[in-house]
C-alpha cells in the first residue's frame, strides 16, 4: 500500500493563506456590508435582502448592464476573429517569428491606466492625433467627449488594440502545435485553404480558443481603468459601464450596503455567463 507524504501539504498551505486573505476574507466583508446598513464608526443595522432587491429593481442598474453586455459582446465579436486571422497571416518559422511575437505582445505589457491616458490624448478632438486626423483631414465630425457614439467607437477601438493580442498569441499556440502531417494529407487530397482551416486548423485550437474566449469575457466584463480614465463614463452615461456606475456608487456616493450587493450580483452574473461559456464550448468534450 502506497504512503501518503502528509508534509506536502505545507507546501500548499502558505498558498492557500493568501488566497484567504487576498479573497475569502473581502468576499466576507462584501458580503456582510451586503446585507447591513451603516452610519459609520462601525454601528450597523440589519437590512436583509433589502439591498439586493433594490439593485434589481433599479433602472440604473439595468442600464448600466445593458452597456455592459454591449461592450462585452462588441469585444468578443471584433477581437476573437481579428486573432485568429493575424495568428493565421503570421510565419511559423524564421526569423520574423520572434519579431512578430514581441510586436504581438507589446500592447499587453502597457498598464491599463498608462492605456486610458494615451488613448484619451491620442483621441481628443483638438490636439490629439486621432481626433485632429478624422476631424480636419477626412472631413469626420468626431468629438468623443460630446458625441456618445463617437465614446463608444473609441472605447472599443482601444481595447482591441489592447488585448487583440492575447487571442493572437492564444490562437498562434495552438496553430504552431498542429502536426506537419495534417497539412501533407490536406494537400495530397487537395483540400482547399478553407477546408485546412475548417477541419483541421480551428478543431486543434479549440481548447486554446475556449481560453481565449474566457479571459476575454471576464477581462472585458469587468473592466473599468481604462474606460474610466478615457471617458470618465461620459458624455453623460453614455459609456457608464456597470463596473463604473459600481465605483460611483461605492465611493462617489459612498451607499457601501447597495454597492456590496451589486458587486455580488456582478460577481454572480460573471461566473454564471463564465461558466455557460465554458459549458457551451466543451460539450463535445463531455460526452
Same mark, same amino acid.
Given at each position: ?18 488566497? *484567504? ?63 485568429? *486571422? ?25 498598464? +491599463? ?38 465614446? +463608444? ?135
Amino acid at each position: 500500500m502506497k504512503t501518503e507524504n502528509q508534509k506536502a501539504w505545507f507546501f500548499v498551505l502558505p498558498v492557500l493563506l493568501l488566497v *484567504a486573505f487576498n479573497a475569502l476574507i473581502p468576499m466576507m466583508t462584501v458580503v456582510n456590508y451586503s446585507v447591513q446598513e451603516t452610519f459609520g464608526d462601525n454601528i450597523f443595522f440589519w437590512e436583509g435582502l433589502t439591498w439586493f432587491e433594490q439593485i434589481l429593481r433599479s433602472d440604473r442598474f439595468h442600464a448600466a448592464l445593458g452597456r455592459q453586455f454591449m461592450f462585452t459582446f462588441l469585444i468578443l465579436i471584433i477581437e476573437v476573429p481579428l486573432g485568429i *486571422a493575424i495568428a493565421l497571416a503570421m510565419p511559423r518559422q524564421g526569423f520574423w517569428v520572434p519579431v512578430c511575437l514581441v510586436l504581438m505582445a507589446l500592447p499587453m505589457l502597457i498598464p +491599463w491606466n498608462v492605456v486610458g491616458a494615451m488613448w484619451n490624448i491620442f483621441a481628443l478632438p483638438d490636439i490629439g492625433l486621432l481626433g485632429y486626423f478624422l476631424n480636419h483631414v477626412l472631413g469626420i465630425n468626431y468629438d468623443m467627449t460630446q458625441d456618445p457614439i463617437a465614446a +463608444w467607437v473609441t472605447i472599443i477601438t482601444m481595447d482591441v488594440w489592447h488585448w487583440t493580442s492575447l487571442v493572437v498569441l492564444l490562437a498562434y499556440a495552438g496553430l504552431v502545435s498542429i502536426p506537419e502531417a495534417y497539412y501533407q494529407a490536406a494537400k495530397i487530397d487537395g483540400a482547399s485553404n478553407w477546408s485546412v482551416f475548417r477541419f483541421i486548423q480551428l478543431p486543434k485550437m479549440k481548447n486554446v480558443l475556449t481560453i481565449a474566449i474566457l479571459l476575454r469575457f471576464m477581462d472585458s466584463f469587468n473592466i473599468y481603468t481604462e474606460p474610466f480614465v478615457l471617458t470618465g463614463g461620459g458624455p453623460g452615461n453614455s459609456t457608464t459601464l456597470l463596473s463604473i456606475d459600481l465605483v460611483k456608487i461605492a465611493l462617489g456616493q459612498f451607499d457601501l450596503g447597495p454597492a456590496a450587493a451589486m458587486s455580488l450580483i456582478y460577481f454572480a452574473i460573471t461566473l454564471f455567463v463564465s461558466w455557460l461559456f465554458y459549458t457551451l464550448m466543451t460539450k463535445d468534450d463531455l460526452n
